[in-house]
T-cell receptor, first 115, second 112 residues
Framework: KAGVTQTPRYLIKTRGQQVTLSCSPISGHRSVSWYQQTPGQGLQFLFE???????NKGNFPGRFSGRQFSNSRSEMNVSTLELGDSALYLC??????????????FGPGTRLTVT | AQSVTQLGSHVSVSEGALVLLRCNYS??????LFWYVQYPNQGLQLLLKYTSAATLVKGINGFEAEFKKSETSFHLTKPSAHMSDAAEYFC??????????FGAGTRLFVKA
């Protein structure tokens, strides 16, 4: 079975621009979660989607948004980029809802650098 | 509220020595507990999980963890460290609240 894929792997953007990151979950997985990872803040939960519905959201500003398509693929968007948005963005898929007995399978991440 | 505390942001051991990475959790309901490992420039990978079956859980690469309800702990151990074990390790808890809570991570260094 193919793993979780994320595109692009690396991205350099300028402050004020917007960016869209993509995640393709493992086939059959309906839950997709997004995380931001930085050296200072560690792993921070952004949001989770299950069957095209956002089930939970972390403490991030409204500039961070996401969506999930009917094939479970997900995208996250960050508008009006700030220098502090530079991070590794990880996507994880799971058979069931986050918070249950199911483990998450992570993609390799998209490293976003904002200059 | 649920939380996860990993004691020690950095742990250093010699090759062949015991690895012990500590994790304590706080949860008002029976938790599901996980350990993940992250190698440089990669995503997280599941090492093992506890879902209310046996309290001693065996995972990949020779790691195991014991769920101790009375101590609210889920420490990760490996009898003999290998150079390839150098990575960052994350403890995580699921408590049915639509979210996985991750610890801050422990970076393991293995000395030759």
């Amino acid at each position: 079975k193919a793993g979780v894929t994320q595109t692009p792997r690396y991205l350099i953007k300028t402050r004020g621009q917007q960016v869209t990151l993509s995640c393709s979950p493992i086939s059959g997985h309906r839950s997709v979660s997004w995380y931001q990872q930085t050296p200072g803040q560690g792993l921070q939960f952004l949001f989770e989607y299950f069957s095209e519905t956002q089930r939970n959201k972390g403490n991030f500003p409204g500039r961070f948004s996401g969506r999930q398509f009917s094939n479970s693929r997900s995208e996250m968007n960050v508008s009006t980029l700030e220098l502090g948005d530079s991070a590794l963005y990880l996507c994880a898929s799971s058979l069931g809802l986050a918070g249950g007995p199911y483990e998450q399978y992570f993609g390799p991440g998209t490293r976003l650098t904002v200059t | 509220a649920q939380s996860v505390t990993q004691l020690g942001s950095h742990v250093s051991v010699s090759e062949g020595a015991l690895v012990l990475l500590r994790c304590n959790y706080s949860s008002s309901v029976p938790p599901y507990l996980f350990w993940y490992v992250q190698y440089p420039n990669q995503g997280l990978q599941l090492l093992l999980k506890y879902t209310s079956a046996a309290t001693l859980v065996k995972g990949i690469n020779g790691f195991e963890a014991e769920f101790k309800k009375s101590e609210t702990s889920f420490h990760l151990t490996k009898p003999s460290a290998h150079m390839s074990d150098a990575a960052e390790y994350f403890c995580a808890v699921n408590t049915g609240g639509f979210k996985t809570i991750f610890g801050a991570g422990t970076r393991l260094f293995v000395k030759a």
